[in-house]
């Protein structure tokens, strides 16, 4: 069963955009979950749920809440094992790979095994690269990491195909929650020129013109996380 995933490869056969609603649980009240479900753009078609750093325990609280009050399919988009929980649809199986910090590369991926074992979630494995988005990431906080300057076009692509060979099924180019300057459309094009899976984007797109630069130069998905918050 792989229903999530395939929702991504029709979309990239019939150039539908996909648009994800970040909810970083840290900032995050249940309370007001049914409210801030109900104020979502209408073209929303996908949940993450997950951050840098979260209370033990409290994403479950988050994906359960938001079960409550819609059918979207929430995707985990986990800062680290912790935020495992059986609760949600999917999960994106990430590994940073614009980093060389090995617990990161693989090393927490092997701590979740036991915790996904014991779930029905969809794993999607996929290659996660930060970019330089003119501001100090959690991400790169958190793993110890160095962003892709947005300049070394060449590292990105390279590393997105390179991700793609490793039998990725999706790529993600992150600038990193709340950047200043998100990942360049020409960054976008020309990733989407090397690869044949689908490409996620997000870190600092807040506007509507953001958000179509980004699906015109070839993003499938768009993630909105600080716009909402
Ligand atoms: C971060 O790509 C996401 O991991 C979303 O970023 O919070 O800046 O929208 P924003």
Known sequence: MQKLYDSFVDALEKEKKLLAILIDPDKFDVETAAEFLRKLPSKTTHILVGGSSVPDGYTETVVRALKLYTAKPILLFPGDVSQITAAADGILFLSLLSGRNPEFLVGQQIKAVPFLKETQLEIIPTGYLLVDGQNTSAVARVTETNPIAQENLVEIVHTAKAAQW???????????????????????AAVKRELSIPIIVGGGIKTEAQLEAAYRAGAQMVVMGTAFE
């Open 166 to 188: 490793m039998g990725k099924k999706l790529v993600y180019l992150e600038a990193g929650s709340g950047a200043k300057v998100p990942v360049a459309p020409e960054i976008i």
